[in-house]
């Protein structure tokens, strides 16, 4: 049974910076994909970014690029979330996902089987 568990979350104010972790368990975690999304009250899933099995590609959402920046350790099964320059609009649930098979695509919500229960992030103005 995959598990993911996100920490990391909290208040911070606009200009700041947190960092978020995935711990994951259940399988060999550096064989698959890892994804972030999130999302706001009334608003659908976003992606927020993407890392390939070894870390070698990555992928941002068009507003956190420059931002943002997703990491893995494959030692540690984690993957991880830095937030930088935060705003009161990326204020929202961060889910952490995982794909069940080696391949395909991991920009969309449906490209991936296994969810975190998700932490909070608030950027007060």
């Known amino acids: 049974q995959v598990q993911l568990v996100e920490s990391g979350g909290g208040l911070v104010q606009t200009g700041g910076s947190l960092r978020l972790s995935c711990a994951a368990s259940g399988r060999t975690f550096s064989n698959y994909p890892m994804g972030w999304f999130r999302q706001a009250p009334r608003k659908e899933r976003e992606f927020v970014a993407a890392?390939?099995?070894?870390?070698?590609?990555?992928y941002y959402g068009n507003s956190v690029k420059g931002r943002f920046t997703i990491s893995r350790d494959n030692a540690k099964n984690t993957v991880y979330l830095q937030m930088n320059s935060l705003k009161p609009e990326d204020t929202a649930v961060y889910y952490c996902?995982?794909?069940?098979?080696?391949?395909?695509?991991?920009?969309?919500?449906?490209?991936?089987?296994?969810w975190g229960q998700g932490t909070q992030v608030t950027v007060s103005s």
């Open positions: 996902a995982t794909r069940r098979s080696y391949f395909g695509p991991i920009l969309a919500a449906s490209d991936y089987d296994y």
């Open positions: 890392i390939t099995w070894n870390g070698d590609n990555t």
